[in-house]
Structure formats: structure tokens, C-alpha cells
């Protein structure tokens, strides 16, 4: 947590001693230099923000659900209505296999678990697992999550899967490499596509109306494509050749626009494949939840070991706006706030003024939001074989409080 040292007020008092007759006076008070008035200001400045963060820092209300096994690869995804929860269980795999790399091993045990979080205190029951070998992706929508299925060969097929009911529909299923994938509004999806004898990925889209275009790597490589969840905007990584790693916006709405003039940004150089998988790898992306405020994605820097957001839409489309240092993770409150997650804790923090940082819990907790209002905020905490899953409420601050800081 970043402190401010509290500093209330500024007196000078004079203190009078009298000693038999003689006449005691107010020393004169001495004129302060410039550094004197510099120091003077910033202490006021201190003291002032300090009160704002008290009266603008978010309070939330936790209690403990309960827990899901997990093999510690990727975060379990949470349903947009915050009731089910899907975590990969078995056998760990491997980095080279999630990002679908080739010669990649088949994860022959790993598998995909379903829970259900019950009303009020009742916890957490299992629903279905589903057979492996099976991987879970990082994508979810109303009605599902997305799985991968390596098949022997070489391929890879796409799958979703129904929150409630645990069928799996496949989505792509074909001799290719099929990995990584985003679901979007409408029905739209994004994945990676290459033939089994092929090193490099391109980016397939396909449409609310089934039809399906291709972007070919052409020299370079496509990874990790993400919707926007604000619009038919499509955020996907770029590695070149030469190690350059850029993040791309297309437009997504129609095959056409998907063509035309896109967007983007250098994020590193030198970078190697594993730099976009950092960058993603605490990611939630579940369409289903309010959109935030502007257009934007929020992803790990891995340059800048922080968490970042990049607006291409916006008048700083040119740099990206970096959160708190050592930042793994981040979702926004319901203000547009994030709550970060961090080595010394969670954090919340002001995105109309960024130095108000303020801890709220002194373990390092994955916040996911939901549109459940009676627990807005589900709380992942790691272990070594399970999540455990808590509850979070904004809580009002004291009015007392909020009127004295105010003051």
C-alpha cells in the first residue's frame, strides 16, 4: 500500500514565561525562503491527497465461499452471473502445449471441472467433469466457456461448453492447429489456425452469419486474439521475426472492416512467444458483464512488469497507460476503477488520478466481477491444489468519514 503520512495542520505557537516583572514578547515571526514555502505546499498537497483517498477508496465486504480443485496452469473462469465456475484439474500441462506449439505433448490426463456456487452460505458443489485429455481456455460468455481438444495428429479442435448443463459442442473441429481463441458478441469468434507441418499461426474470424475469413501470418505471427467487450473491436498480439511484439485493433464488425486499416502499438522487442502468453496469462475474458467506460484492452506489460491499457480509440492511442508497479492482474470495480492484484496484496486504484493507490486486502487475490448484486466481486485465491473462492461487496464508507475528509 503506498502511505501518506497525515499531516492535519500547521502551527506555530508562541509559548509566554514570565519571569518576576519583566515583559515577555512574540518573537518575530522569521520570513520563509522559497525551498521553505516549496516544502510547506507539498506537505499540504500530501495532506490533501491523503484525505481524498479516504474519502474516494474502495471498501469492499469479503467472506469465504469455498473451494475448487485446480492443476495451477490457468485461473478458473467465472459465468458473467458469477454461479458457475470452470478450472482445469490433472495433470499440469505444459506451456509449449497450452500455446499449441509444435512437437507439444498430448496433456493425456488433464481435464475441465465444472462447479456451482450455491445461494447464501451453502458453498461450492461439482457439477460434471468433462473426459480428458481437455484444456481450458480463458474465454466465456452467458451460455459457455471455450475448451481445446489436441488430438492425436497434430490437430487441435475448438469446443464450447454449456455453463448449466456441461455438453460440449464443438466449434471448429478439422486437420488443422486450432488454438487460443475468443468468443465475441453475437456469436463471433476469433482463434489461431495453422497446418500441424506449419510453425507459424494465422488469425481465422468467424462471423454471427458463419462466414469465416482468415488473416494470414504473412511473415509474422498471430496470437492470443481477444473481443473487445465493449464492441466489435478485435485486440490481437503481433510477433515478428525480428522479435517485435506489437498489439493490433482491427474491426471486427463485417469481413470488410476486418480488411481495412487496423491499429497498433510496439509493446516490446526481442520479445519470443511466451511474452504474449505473459501478457495474458491472468486474463478473464467473459463477455456478458457491463462494458467498461471507453474502448480498451488491460494486459500485462511484460516489458514494464505492470499491468497496462491501451485505448486506440482514444487521444493518447500512441502510448499505453501503465497501472501499479509490480501489477499482475486487473478488473475493474463498477466506477471504472480497478482492483488490481499485487505481490503485497489487493489494490484498488483511481483511474482519474492514479496515485491513489490503497490496499484492501493483504493477500494477493484475482478479482473477477459478475452481475450478481448480492456478490458483485468473486475473490480467487491460489494454492497448491485449490482455489479458494470468496465473496466481496463494495461497503459504503462512514459518512463521518467521508464529511470529515471532505473538509
Same mark, same amino acid.
Given at each position: 500500500?503506498?502511505?501518506?503520512?497525515?499531516?492535519?495542520?500547521?502551527?506555530?505557537?508562541?509559548?509566554?514565561?514570565?519571569?518576576?516583572?519583566?515583559?515577555?514578547?512574540?518573537?518575530?515571526?522569521?520570513?520563509?525562503?522559497e525551498q521553505q514555502v516549496r516544502e510547506l505546499n507539498q506537505i499540504a498537497a500530501i495532506n490533501q491527497?491523503?484525505?481524498?483517498?479516504?474519502?474516494?477508496?474502495?471498501?469492499?465486504?469479503?467472506?469465504?465461499?469455498?473451494?475448487?480443485?485446480?492443476?495451477?496452469?490457468?485461473?478458473?473462469?467465472?459465468?458473467?452471473?458469477?454461479?458457475?465456475?470452470?478450472?482445469?484439474?490433472?495433470?499440469?500441462?505444459?506451456?509449449?502445449?497450452?500455446?499449441?506449439?509444435?512437437?507439444?505433448?498430448?496433456?493425456?490426463?488433464?481435464?475441465?471441472?465444472?462447479?456451482?456456487?450455491?445461494?447464501?452460505?451453502?458453498?461450492?458443489?461439482?457439477?460434471?467433469?468433462?473426459?480428458?485429455?481437455?484444456?481450458?481456455?480463458?474465454?466465456?460468455?452467458?451460455?459457455?466457456?471455450?475448451?481445446?481438444?489436441?488430438?492425436?495428429?497434430?490437430?487441435?479442435?475448438?469446443?464450447?461448453?454449456?455453463?448449466?448443463?456441461?455438453?460440449?459442442?464443438?466449434?471448429?473441429?478439422?486437420?488443422?492447429?486450432?488454438?487460443?481463441?475468443?468468443?465475441?458478441? =453475437?456469436? &463471433?469468434?476469433?482463434?489461431?489456425?495453422?497446418? !500441424?507441418? @506449419?510453425? $507459424?499461426? %494465422?488469425?481465422?474470424?468467424? #462471423?454471427?452469419?458463419?462466414?469465416?475469413?482468415?488473416?494470414?501470418?504473412?511473415?509474422?505471427?498471430?496470437?492470443?486474439?481477444?473481443?473487445?467487450?465493449?464492441?466489435?473491436?478485435?485486440?490481437?498480439?503481433?510477433?515478428?521475426?525480428?522479435?517485435?511484439?506489437?498489439?493490433?485493433?482491427?474491426?471486427?464488425?463485417?469481413?470488410?472492416?476486418?480488411?481495412?486499416?487496423?491499429?497498433?502499438?510496439?509493446?516490446?522487442?526481442?520479445?519470443?512467444?511466451?511474452?504474449?502468453?505473459?501478457?495474458?496469462?491472468?486474463?478473464?475474458?467473459?463477455?456478458?458483464?457491463?462494458?467498461?467506460?471507453?474502448?480498451?484492452?488491460?494486459?500485462?506489460?511484460?516489458?514494464?512488469?505492470?499491468?497496462?491499457?491501451?485505448?486506440?480509440?482514444?487521444?493518447? =492511442?500512441? &502510448?499505453?497507460?501503465?497501472?501499479?508497479?509490480? !501489477?499482475? @492482474?486487473? $478488473?475493474? %470495480?463498477?466506477?471504472?476503477? #480497478?482492483?488490481?492484484?499485487?505481490?503485497?496484496?489487493?489494490?484498488?486504484?483511481?483511474?482519474?488520478?492514479?496515485?491513489?493507490?490503497?490496499?484492501?486486502?493483504?493477500?494477493?487475490?484475482?478479482?473477477?466481477?459478475?452481475?450478481?448484486?448480492?456478490?458483485?466481486?468473486?475473490?480467487?485465491?491460489?494454492?497448491?491444489?485449490?482455489?479458494?473462492?470468496?465473496?466481496?461487496?463494495?461497503?459504503?464508507?462512514?459518512p463521518a468519514e467521508t464529511n470529515a475528509a471532505a473538509k
Amino acid at each position: 500500500m503506498i502511505k501518506f503520512a497525515s499531516v492535519g495542520s500547521i502551527t506555530l505557537t508562541a509559548v509566554v514565561i514570565s519571569i518576576g516583572c519583566s515583559k515577555s514578547e512574540w518573537p518575530r515571526r522569521t520570513k520563509l525562503n522559497e525551498q521553505q514555502v516549496r516544502e510547506l505546499n507539498q506537505i499540504a498537497a500530501i495532506n490533501q491527497h491523503g484525505d481524498q483517498i479516504e474519502a474516494a477508496s474502495f471498501r469492499g465486504e469479503t467472506w469465504n465461499i469455498g473451494a475448487v480443485e485446480w492443476d495451477s496452469s490457468i485461473m478458473p473462469l467465472i459465468s458473467p452471473d458469477g454461479r458457475f465456475i470452470a478450472s482445469s484439474i490433472g495433470a499440469a500441462p505444459s506451456n509449449a502445449t497450452r500455446l499449441a506449439l509444435p512437437g507439444a505433448r498430448i496433456p493425456e490426463s488433464t481435464a475441465v471441472q465444472i462447479w456451482e456456487i450455491l445461494p447464501g452460505q451453502a458453498g461450492v458443489r461439482s457439477i460434471k467433469q468433462l473426459p480428458a485429455p481437455l484444456l481450458l481456455g480463458d474465454s466465456a460468455d452467458d451460455e459457455g466457456f471455450l475448451v481445446e481438444a489436441p488430438q492425436n495428429g497434430g490437430a487441435r479442435w475448438i469446443g464450447k461448453v454449456d455453463w448449466r448443463t456441461g455438453d460440449l459442442n464443438w466449434l471448429v473441429k478439422d486437420n488443422q492447429v486450432n488454438a487460443l481463441a475468443s468468443l465475441g458478441a =453475437s456469436g &463471433r469468434l476469433a482463434w489461431c489456425t495453422r497446418p !500441424s507441418g @506449419s510453425d $507459424a499461426f %494465422d488469425l481465422a474470424v468467424r #462471423f454471427p452469419n458463419g462466414a469465416q475469413f482468415k488473416v494470414p501470418a504473412s511473415g509474422s505471427e498471430w496470437l492470443l486474439p481477444e473481443w473487445s467487450k465493449r464492441s466489435n473491436m478485435l485486440y490481437v498480439w503481433r510477433l515478428n521475426p525480428s522479435g517485435l511484439l506489437q498489439l493490433v485493433a482491427m474491426d471486427g464488425e463485417s469481413p470488410t472492416t476486418l480488411a481495412g486499416e487496423a491499429k497498433q502499438i510496439s509493446i516490446m522487442a526481442g520479445a519470443t512467444r511466451f511474452d504474449p502468453f505473459r501478457a495474458t496469462a491472468n486474463r478473464s475474458n467473459v463477455h456478458g458483464l457491463t462494458p467498461p467506460f471507453v474502448e480498451e484492452i488491460v494486459f500485462y506489460d511484460p516489458a514494464n512488469q505492470c499491468m497496462a491499457v491501451w485505448m486506440p480509440t482514444g487521444i493518447n =492511442s500512441y &502510448r499505453t497507460l501503465l497501472l501499479a508497479n509490480s !501489477s499482475i @492482474s486487473a $478488473a475493474h %470495480d463498477h466506477q471504472g476503477n #480497478f482492483l488490481l492484484t499485487m505481490p503485497e496484496g489487493l489494490h484498488w486504484q483511481d483511474t482519474s488520478d492514479l496515485r491513489m493507490i490503497v490496499r484492501i486486502n493483504h493477500q494477493p487475490l484475482f478479482a473477477r466481477r459478475t452481475t450478481d448484486p448480492m456478490r458483485p466481486f468473486l475473490l480467487l485465491d491460489p494454492g497448491q491444489h485449490v482455489v479458494r473462492i470468496r465473496g466481496m461487496r463494495p461497503s459504503k464508507p462512514d459518512p463521518a468519514e467521508t464529511n470529515a475528509a471532505a473538509k
